[in-house]
């Protein structure tokens, strides 16, 4: 089936340090991924679409330029928390679309970020 | 805009008894799909069953069932035969065809299977 790698699954950093997350779709290329973020026992906040060689689709109150989006191929898009404060520190997790099954949204397993 | 309604924030049931928990969803849309996720307490969110608006039949997936009322705009999961492995999170989503094919989710729903 369809595999979603995420790296890395958790990731301590220093307040003001960026910090890279990778989603990679293993065995089915994605032209769409979407970043999520999520906060303890809430739902999943979709904060941008990324497609492939285009810039990505922000959602409304997401800041651009503190969450950069990079999918420079079919298989592979990188979030990155730039400046990163105590308040960044959250659960995201990426998701890959796999455009020839009508149903097939493929989420990798997720990275909690702790800001220090 | 598109919204997904979860009324349950938590849930408990026996083991070996069937649970449904409740989805509503509320679009203008004619073609859409309907998702359920389930969220162990890892974090990683697994794909349990879709249903498209266009689907005549109600999807089943093993012990999981979704029963689709179009009228009523409600999307329930039914997990039959509950076992202790099925504590979890659990999310329903609303994918909008066309128009970025983002998916909308609820707020969840808590369960929890006890003996």
């Not at chain 2, 999170?89 to 969840?108: D, H, S």
Request: net charge neutral; proline share 2%; hydrophobic share 35%.
């Amino acid at each position: 089936g369809a595999v979603v790698s995420q790296h890395p699954s958790r990731v301590i950093c220093k307040s003001g340090t960026s910090v890279k997350i990778e989603c990679r779709s293993l065995d089915f290329q994605a032209t769409t991924m979407f970043w999520y973020r999520q906060f303890p026992k809430q739902s999943l906040m979709l904060m941008a679409t990324s497609n492939e060689g285009s810039k990505a689709t922000y959602e409304q109150g997401v800041e651009k330029d503190k969450f950069l989006i990079n999918h420079a191929s079919l298989t592979l898009s990188t979030l990155t928390v730039t400046s990163a404060h105590p308040e960044d520190s959250s659960f995201y997790i990426c998701s890959a679309r796999m455009e020839i099954v009508e149903y097939g949204y493929t989420f990798g397993s997720g990275t909690r970020l702790t800001v220090v | 805009a598109q919204k997904i309604t979860q009324t349950q924030p938590g849930m408990f049931v026996q083991e070996k008894e069937a649970v449904t928990l409740d989805c509503t969803y509320d679009t203008s849309d004619q073609s859409y799909g309907l998702f359920w996720y389930k969220q162990p307490s890892s974090g990683e969110m697994i794909f349990l069953i879709y249903q498209g608006s266009y689907d005549e039949q109600n999807a089943t997936e093993g012990r999981y069932s979704l029963n689709f009322q179009k009228a009523r705009k409600s999307a329930n999961l039914v997990i039959s035969a509950s076992q202790l492995g099925d504590s979890a999170m659990y999310f329903c989503a609303m994918r909008r065809i066309g128009g970025g094919n983002k998916l909308t989710f609820g707020t969840g729903t808590q369960l929890k299977v006890e003996l």
